[in-house]
C-alpha cells in the first residue's frame, strides 16, 4: 500500500474508533431529531395547563367577544371593582384578570392584564388580535358601514412568486422553502469547516508536541503526511455525515410510526408547526398539491452537487491552512493568534449568511459566494433560490485554484514549522519559511 | 568502500549558517561518530540525510548515488527527541511505523515479534504507549528504527534515558548490526561511547568540520606521551631520588604503602625504567593517551578562542 494510504488509514481508523466519535454519531441525530419530535410532543401534551381570566370590562365594548377553548375560560365579572378581582387573582381564583377601562372618546384604551405568572405569548396574541378586530368593527360600523360589508371584505392573500429566467420560462418559488435550506445548507458547511478543521489542527499539533513527527518524516514527505491526515480527516467527516443521515432516518421513521399509530394526523400537523411550510390542514388536497410543487421547485440535482463540491472544496481549503496553524502551535495558548486569521473570514461567511438569504443575488451576495474564503459557506446560501451556472461554475474553479495555492503555501509552512521548537513566532519569520528550499 | 559522502554541503537559515561546505567520509560498515557542542550543525547534518531537509549547495552521495528519494527506505533514524503515538497501541503504532517504511505487514509482524522477545518487551504488544515508561518507550522507538533492516543507521543520542543493563543492551544490539553489515552514524555527546563504539569520527564546531579521522589516530595525534608507570619499593625515597634527576615527571603515592605512582611526559621512558628496575620492582607500565573528552574540550576551546 502506498504510504499516504497508510496515513489516510491510520488517521481514520484512530479517528473513529474513539469514543468521543461514538457519542458524538448517536448524540447528533438524537439532537436533529429533538428538533422535530419536542414541538410535536408539545404539541401533543399542551393542553395540560388551563387558564381562567377574570374579564372587566368597563367599556363593555368586550363582553362577548372572547370565547373559551381548552386552554382558556373567560369568565365575565360586571360590576366588579378591579382591585377585588386583582386580590382574587392574587388568591388564585383566577390565573389573571383583564382589565378595560371606560370608553375615551367613544374608543377603550389602555387595557391591562393582571397576573401572578408570566404571560403565555399565544393569550397575549388572543387577547390583542380579539381586541383589535371588535374595534375595528365597531369602528367602521360607526362610519356607518354596513355589519354584511364589513365581514364581507375580509380576506386572505395568497401571494405568488414567479421567477423567470432569460427565455421566458416561468417557475414558482417558495421562499420560506429556499429560505430555510440556505440557512441550514451553509451551516452544516460552516460547522463541518469548524470542526474537522480543528480536528486536522489538533492532529498536527499533537505529532508536533509528542515529537513522533520526525520518526515520521524521515519516512514520508511532510506534504504526503499533511495531505494523508486531511483526507483522514475529511472521510471521517463524511462518514460522520452519513451516519448522522441515516440513524436521523431511522429515528424519524421510528418516531412517526409511533406517532402515526398512536395519534392519527398528529405528525402532519407537527410537521407543519415545525416546518412552517404551509397553512393549517396538510391533508387537503390543495395542499398536497402545493408540496408537490413545492418539491418540483426546489432543484435537488444542483443543490446536492453544490453542496458536495463546496462541502470538500471548503473543508479542504481550510483543512490546509488548520494544518499550518497546527504546525505552529508550540503549546495551545499561542494557536490564537495564528487561529484568527482563519475565523474571521468564517465568521464573516455565515454572519453575512442573514443578509445574503434575505438578497440571494445582491452584488454583495454574489462577490461574497464567488471570494473563495466565504464561498463555501455564501454560495449554499444562494444555490436554493437558483444560481446562474456560470456563477457556480466560476466560483468553484476560483475555490479549487485557491486551494491549489493555499496547500503550497501551507505546505512550506507545515514543513517548517514541525520542527520549531521553543521560538517565538513573527508573520515576517513565517512568510521567510515561503523561500526555504 | 565509501558508503556516504557528504560534499560541499551548506545550509543556511534565515540569520545563521548552520553548515558550511561541510564534508565527511564515512565508510561502509563502521560506526561513525558525529561529535560537537550544542548547536553545532549536527542535527542539520542529520535532517539532510534523511531528506527532511535539502542543502542549500553541496550534495550528499550514498553508494556513490545523488541522495533520493528510494534512499529512505534504506536508512533507519532515531531522532534525539523521540515520541511516539500515545493513544496508540505498542504493536500497532510498530506495524504502522515498519509499513511507513515500506515493510509489509506480515513480514513486520515477524521481525518484530523477534525484537520484542529479545528486548523483552512482547508482553507490551497490546499496552497503549502512554502506559509505559520513558525507557520502555525508548526500546520501543529503537526497534522500530531498525525494524526494515536499513543499510544506514542514524542514532542521535542513542543511550539517554536508558540505565545501565539497557544501554549495555543496546550497545551490544549496535555492534551486531554493524557486524551484519549496516553503517552506523552516532551522534552523542557521551565520549565514553564513543570510546567504546565509535570507529572514525568528525567534530563539528559552528558548522565546521573541526577534526576528523579515526578515533586511535586522533588519539594518537592529541598524544602528550603520558606515560603511567608503578613501581613497588619498600624505601620511597629510593624513587624519589631516581625521579628527582627528571623535571618532567610527577610522583604520587598510591593506596598501597609500598608502591608508588610515576607519571611521565617523554618519548623516551627507557632510561627511567633502566633505573627504576634497579631500586624495586616494575608493577606498570602504559601509555596514557587523552580521552575524546579532553580532545573535545581542547579542540572545541581552541576553535573558540581563535574565532
Redesign the interface.
Known amino acids: 500500500m502506498n504510504k499516504i494510504g497508510l496515513i489516510i488509514k491510520r488517521e481514520y481508523l484512530t479517528r473513529v474508533r474513539k469514543r468521543s466519535f461514538l457519542i458524538l454519531t448517536f448524540l447528533g441525530p438524537i439532537l436533529m431529531a429533538a428538533i422535530y419530535i419536542i414541538p410535536i410532543m408539545l404539541a401533543l401534551n399542551s393542553s395540560t395547563d388551563h387558564l381562567r381570566v377574570a374579564i372587566v370590562d368597563e367599556s363593555h365594548w368586550f363582553e362577548d367577544s372572547f370565547t373559551n377553548n381548552e386552554d382558556h375560560t373567560f369568565i365575565l365579572m360586571p360590576g366588579q371593582p378591579i382591585d377585588s378581582v386583582k386580590d382574587m387573582v392574587k388568591n388564585g381564583v383566577f390565573d389573571m384578570a383583564l382589565y378595560v377601562p371606560p370608553t375615551q372618546l367613544n374608543i377603550p384604551s389602555n387595557a391591562v392584564v393582571y397576573s401572578i405568572r408570566q404571560v403565555p405569548m399565544e393569550v397575549e396574541t388572543y387577547i390583542s388580535s380579539v381586541m383589535q378586530k371588535e374595534i375595528e368593527e365597531q369602528k367602521l360600523m360607526a362610519k356607518g358601514v354596513d355589519p354584511e360589508i364589513v365581514s364581507s371584505v375580509k380576506t386572505d392573500v395568497n401571494l405568488q412568486i414567479m421567477r423567470m429566467d432569460e427565455n421566458g420560462n416561468e417557475k414558482e418559488t417558495f421562499t420560506k422553502v429556499q429560505f430555510s435550506l440556505g440557512i441550514i445548507l451553509s451551516m452544516l458547511v460552516y460547522m463541518f469547516i469548524i470542526f474537522f478543521g480543528g480536528q486536522v489542527m489538533n492532529g498536527v499539533a499533537e505529532e508536533k508536541t509528542n515529537r513522533i513527527i520526525e520518526v515520521i518524516i524521515s519516512s514520508v514527505k511532510p506534504f504526503q503526511l499533511m495531505m494523508g491526515k486531511i483526507i483522514g480527516v475529511s472521510l471521517v467527516a463524511l462518514t460522520q455525515f452519513v451516519l448522522w443521515i441515516l440513524l436521523t432516518g431511522v429515528l424519524y421513521v421510528g418516531f412517526s410510526a409511533y406517532i402515526g399509530l398512536s395519534h392519527p394526523g398528529a405528525l402532519s400537523s407537527g410537521t407543519v408547526m415545525t416546518q412552517e411550510i404551509v397553512s393549517n390542514d396538510i391533508m387537503s388536497n390543495e395542499n398536497v398539491l402545493q408540496i408537490v410543487q413545492i418539491a418540483q421547485s426546489i432543484d435537488f440535482g444542483t443543490i446536492i452537487f453544490s453542496f458536495i463540491v463546496f462541502f470538500i472544496l471548503g473543508y479542504l481549503l481550510y483543512a490546509t491552512l488548520y494544518a499550518a496553524i497546527g504546525s505552529l502551535v508550540d503549546n495551545n495558548t499561542d494557536s490564537q493568534q495564528f487561529t484568527l486569521p482563519i475565523t474571521v473570514p468564517l465568521m464573516v461567511a455565515i454572519i453575512s449568511s442573514f443578509y445574503i438569504v434575505n438578497n440571494p443575488d445582491s452584488s454583495l451576495s454574489v462577490w461574497l459566494s464567488m471570494i473563495p474564503f466565504t464561498s463555501p459557506i455564501s454560495m449554499m446560501v444562494r444555490i436554493p433560490f437558483g444560481v446562474p451556472i456560470w456563477q457556480i461554475v466560476l466560483s468553484i474553479v476560483l475555490l479549487a485554484a485557491t486551494f491549489v495555492l493555499m496547500t503550497w503555501i501551507a505546505a512550506k509552512i507545515y514543513r517548517t514549522g514541525i520542527l520549531m521548537y521553543g521560538k517565538k513566532l513573527s508573520y515576517k519569520e513565517i512568510f521567510k519559511w515561503l523561500k526555504y528550499k | 568502500m565509501t558508503k556516504i559522502s557528504v560534499n560541499e554541503v551548506t545550509k543556511r537559515y534565515?540569520d545563521h549558517t548552520a553548515l558550511d561546505r561541510m564534508c565527511i567520509e564515512i565508510p561502509e560498515r563502521c560506526i561513525y561518530g558525529l561529535l560537537g557542542p550544542n548547536g553545532a550543525g549536527k542535527t542539520t547534518l542529520i535532517?539532510i540525510l534523511?531528506?527532511?531537509?535539502?542543502?542549500?549547495s553541496g550534495e550528499v552521495l550514498i553508494n556513490g548515488e545523488k541522495l533520493c528519494q528510494k534512499h529512505?527506505a534504506r536508512?533507519g533514524?532515531l531522532?534525539e527527541?523521540?515520541?511516539?503515538?500515545?493513544?496508540?497501541k505498542v504493536g500497532e503504532q510498530a506495524i504502522?511505523?515498519a509499513?511507513?517504511?515500506g515493510i509489509k505487514k506480515a513480514e513486520a509482524q515477524k521481525r518484530l515479534k523477534m525484537w520484542f522477545d529479545k528486548f523483552e518487551i512482547g508482553g507490551w504488544w497490546d499496552k497503549k504507549v502512554e502506559e509505559l515508561s520513558k525507557g520502555m518507550q525508548q526500546k520501543i522507538?529503537f526497534v522500530?528504527?531498525i525494524i526494515h533492516e536499513p543499510e544506514i543507521l542514524i542514532f542521535d543520542e542513542p543511550f539517554s534515558g536508558f540505565d545501565p543493563i539497557n544501554a549495555n543492551l543496546l550497545k551490544e544490539a549496535i555492534l551486531e548490526l554493524r557486524d551484519k553489515g549496516a553503517t552506523i552514524l552516532l551522534s552523542t555527546h557521551n565520549m565514553a561511547s564513543v570510546e567504546e563504539l565509535c570507529d572514525s569520527i568528525t567534530l563539528i564546531n559552528h558548522g565546521k568540520s573541526i577534526l576528523q579521522g579515526k578515533v586511535g589516530d586522533i588519539k594518537r595525534q592529541h598524544d602528550t606521551h603520558e606515560r603511567e608507570i608503578i613501581v613497588r619499593c619498600d624505601d620511597f625515597n629510593k624513587v624519589m631520588a631516581v625521579a628527582d634527576t627528571y623535571n618532567n615527571i610527577k610522583v604520587e603515592h598510591t593506596d598501597l604503602h609500598d608502591e608508588t605512582k610515576l607519571t611521565l611526559f617523554s618519548e623516551s621512558p627507557n632510561e627511567l625504567l633502566g633505573q627504576l628496575l634497579q631500586v624495586g620492582q616494575l608493577v606498570s607500565f602504559k601509555e596514557v593517551l587523552p580521552s575524546m573528552n579532553d580532545i573535545f574540550i581542547q579542540e572545541v576551546q581552541s576553535k573558540n578562542q581563535a574565532a
Open positions: 534565515a535532517r534523511n531528506q527532511i531537509t535539502a542543502p542549500d529512505i536508512i533514524y531522532p527527541e523521540r515520541g511516539l503515538y500515545k493513544k496508540m504502522y511505523l509499513e511507513l517504511k522507538q522500530t528504527t
